[in-house]
């Protein structure tokens, strides 16, 4: 019982980092606050496994490791990723409350859905990367009203019921996802060093697991 305790510990760890990435945002040190947020997706990306191997269902059968991650999951990658939208100025200043709210609302739908998570392993909607999202619109500076017209879009398409991969559990192309995925991690954390000096080739080359994320989901929601 003490393993699967330490495992739910280790899952409860990703709140204090979202807090600390709150914190770094309000004192517009956006570089910490992305790392912090990293850190937490670190530990999301591994908790899962943990918690199966630990058997934490039937070892504290009362306690729900799911609701717990659900909670956390809302907060780092939505709540922090729009408090950051608002705070950072991304998009234009009068449209930082809305875009927002847009991106906190629908989640908040998205997070309630019964079929958020699928039993073979997808998500349905948009699955609320917005720590993701903010992360390129951040490093890329593209103009603001392109930065509100590409967040709008994403809130929009948590409504839409396409079927996206779930990366750690996908039953389909599992190993490639995973090698690319470590790749772009690794990426995404070189771009959050060499931030602001980031050069373009990384920049592109980032992109390629997002463009191949998108389109296997896609791919696999036609069939």
Same mark, same amino acid.
């Given at each position: 019982?003490?393993?699967?305790?330490?495992?739910?510990?280790?899952?409860?760890?990703?709140?204090?980092?979202?807090?600390? #990435?709150?914190?770094?945002?309000?004192?517009?040190? $956006?570089?910490? @606050?992305?790392?912090?947020? @990293?850190?937490?997706?670190?530990?999301?990306?591994?908790?899962?496994?943990?918690?199966?191997?630990?058997?934490?269902?039937?070892?504290? =059968?009362?306690?729900?490791?799911?609701?717990?991650?659900?909670?956390?999951? $809302?907060?780092?990658?939505?709540?922090? =990723?729009?408090?950051?939208?608002?705070?950072?100025?991304?998009?234009p200043d009068a449209w930082s409350l809305p875009v927002a709210a847009a991106m906190?609302?629908?989640?908040?739908?998205?997070?309630?859905?019964?079929?958020?998570?699928?039993?073979?392993? /997808? /998500?349905?909607? /948009?699955?609320?990367?917005?720590?993701? #999202?903010?992360?390129?619109?951040?490093?890329?500076?593209?103009?603001?009203?392109?930065?509100? #017209?590409?967040?709008?879009?994403?809130?929009?398409?948590?409504?839409?019921?396409?079927?996206?991969?779930?990366?750690?559990?996908? =039953?389909?192309?599992?190993?490639?996802?995973?090698?690319?995925?470590?790749?772009?991690?690794?990426? +995404?954390?070189? +771009?959050?060093?060499?931030?602001?000096?980031? =050069?373009?080739?990384?920049?592109?080359?980032?992109?390629? $697991?997002?463009?191949? $994320?998108?389109?296997?989901?896609?791919?696999?929601?036609?069939?």
């Amino acid at each position: 019982m003490i393993g699967a305790w330490l495992v739910h510990l280790f899952t409860a760890s990703g709140i204090v980092f979202a807090f600390l #990435a709150a914190a770094s945002i309000f004192e517009h040190n $956006y570089r910490a @606050a992305f790392a912090w947020l @990293a850190a937490q997706i670190a530990v999301d990306a591994v908790d899962g496994l943990l918690a199966r191997r630990a058997d934490v269902r039937t070892r504290i =059968p009362w306690f729900d490791g799911a609701k717990l991650d659900d909670i956390i999951d $809302y907060v780092a990658y939505v709540f922090v =990723p729009a408090l950051f939208v608002w705070r950072a100025l991304i998009v234009p200043d009068a449209w930082s409350l809305p875009v927002a709210a847009a991106m906190l609302l629908s989640s908040a739908y998205g997070f309630s859905r019964t079929d958020a998570k699928t039993a073979d392993h /997808f /998500f349905t909607g /948009f699955p609320s990367y917005w720590n993701i #999202a903010a992360f390129y619109l951040f490093v890329a500076e593209w103009p603001p009203a392109v930065n509100a #017209a590409i967040l709008l879009a994403l809130a929009v398409l948590v409504f839409v019921p396409i079927r996206y991969v779930y990366p750690s559990r996908t =039953p389909v192309r599992q190993t490639l996802t995973t090698v690319l995925g470590i790749g772009w991690a690794a990426l +995404m954390l070189l +771009m959050l060093w060499q931030y602001p000096d980031i =050069p373009s080739i990384v920049l592109l080359l980032s992109a390629v $697991y997002p463009v191949y $994320y998108a389109g296997l989901s896609l791919a696999l929601n036609r069939r």
